[in-house]
């Protein structure tokens, strides 16, 4: 097993990996909008998702894999109302790829996120 940090502070202080490797598996945790380098955080769902996306590929490319072996992928939205501003980001991110998803709209941690996309990616 091979674990996999940003080096956010979320995972140091919460306790967990940003990914864990097993096998052909690769389980992202929920990633937040933040540019994780900076702790910046934009205002939009799109620009946030957009970040979203970015550390995902990321990580997904330090533990061996692509944005093509996603097989899963998780949204929580904090408002129902921000997913029409949303979708294009999500249809651009993923169109080529159609993951299985659930999107589920909740509350999260910071009352400046507005979406958390967490993914599953297997290379068998």
């Known amino acids: 097993m091979r674990r996999i940090s ?4 979320f995972e140091q202080a919460m306790g967990y990996s ?10 992202v945790s929920g990633v937040t909008g933040y540019d994780y ?3 910046v955080i934009p205002e939009g ?3 946030q998702a957009q970040n979203c996306f970015a550390t995902i590929r990321g990580v997904l490319e330090e533990a061996g894999f ?6 899963r992928v998780q949204y ?3 408002d129902a ?7 294009p980001v999500l249809g651009a991110a993923l169109r080529e790829i159609r993951p299985a998803a659930t999107m589920v709209i ?3 941690i910071k009352p400046e996120m507005k979406i958390e996309i967490e993914v599953t990616a297997f290379k068998g």
Not at 6 to 9: I, K, L, Y
Not at 18 to 27: S, T
Request: a negative charge; glycine letters at 10%.
């Open 6 to 9: 940003t080096g956010s502070p």
């Open 106 to 108: 909740a509350g999260l």
């Open 37 to 39: 380098r900076t702790m």
């Open 66 to 71: 692509t944005m093509q072996d996603i097989v």
């Open 45 to 47: 769902i799109a620009e």
């Open 76 to 78: 929580t939205v904090t």
């Open 18 to 27: 940003r990914a864990i490797v097993k096998g052909g598996w690769c389980f």
């Open 81 to 87: 109302a921000l997913v029409d501003d949303l979708a």
